[in-house]
């Protein structure tokens, strides 16, 4: 069970690239920025990057480089281009808004599987 926010995630083979997508409705014009997730077999869930209301971002040391985020505030929905995929990567990865308290939220999206293949 959880919200429809996550699309995108497929099987690809290492060095290829994905384009996940993260559609919240509300959250760009509420102000809030969006935190991106991914949970492996076995483990939590880690973080892997933020974007702001404003557009700034940050990475997990682990991805810096090879991912980026980016928005389109009028189709509340940000995007996370994924290149240079490593087997590590794979994993289930969530997206959640961030900010200010009116961002707040205790659901999850049903996240989207990202597969790895050698």
């Known amino acids: 069970q959880g919200q429809l926010w996550e699309s995108g995630g497929d099987s690809v083979q290492a060095g290829g690239s994905l384009r996940l997508s993260c559609t919240v409705p509300?959250?760009?014009?509420?102000?809030?920025?969006m935190n991106w997730y991914r949970q492996r077999a076995g483990n939590q869930r880690e973080w892997v990057s933020n974007?702001?209301?404003?557009?700034?971002?940050i990475y997990a040391d682990s991805v810096k480089g090879r991912f980026s985020i980016s928005q389109d505030k009028a189709k509340d929905t940000v995007y996370l281009q994924m290149n240079s995929l490593k087997p590590d990567d794979a994993a289930m990865y969530y997206c959640k808004p961030v900010g200010r308290f009116w961002c707040a939220t205790d659901d999850w999206g049903q996240g989207t599987q990202v597969t790895v293949s050698s």
């Open positions: 974007v702001d209301t404003y557009g700034n971002t």
């Open positions: 509300g959250f760009s014009s509420k102000g809030c920025g």
